[in-house]
């Protein structure tokens, strides 16, 4: 079974930034990419952020680039999304996942979800 809670997610002002934290309990993290997406109220899920297994690749949305990284910890079996110069538009419940094989930039390619984190940036 595997097991993601992300962490971090909180009400800030536009222009701040979060740092959200993604707690994996899986002994196979280490081989697995993992990634972020987020679902603004009657949006579809989208994919915010991609990170190889080894850490080496990085895949990000054209919405985040330059704003946000995506890092992993192996020691600790967690995955960051550092959030900066955050906008209102960045409002959303964002989710960790866990990649099972394939594209890693859409959600088909993950297998395991966290529960999700709510971010609400305030103009």
């Known amino acids: 079974q595997v097991q993601l809670v992300e962490s971090g997610g909180g009400l800030v002002q536009a222009g701040d930034s979060l740092r959200l934290a993604c707690a994996a309990s899986v002994r196979t993290f280490s081989s697995r990419n993992m990634g972020w997406f987020r679902q603004a109220p009657g949006k579809e899920r989208e994919f915010v952020a991609g990170i190889s297994r080894g850490g080496g690749r990085y895949h990000y949305a054209d919405s985040v680039k330059g704003r946000f990284t995506i890092s992993r910890e192996s020691a600790k079996n967690t995955v960051y999304l550092q959030m900066n110069s955050l906008k209102p538009e960045d409002t959303a419940v964002y989710y960790c996942?866990?990649?099972?094989?394939?594209?890693?930039?859409?959600?088909?390619?993950?297998?395991?979800w966290g529960q999700g984190t709510q971010v609400t940036v305030s103009s």
């Open positions: 996942a866990a990649a099972g094989g394939g594209d890693i930039t859409v959600a088909a390619g993950y297998d395991y």
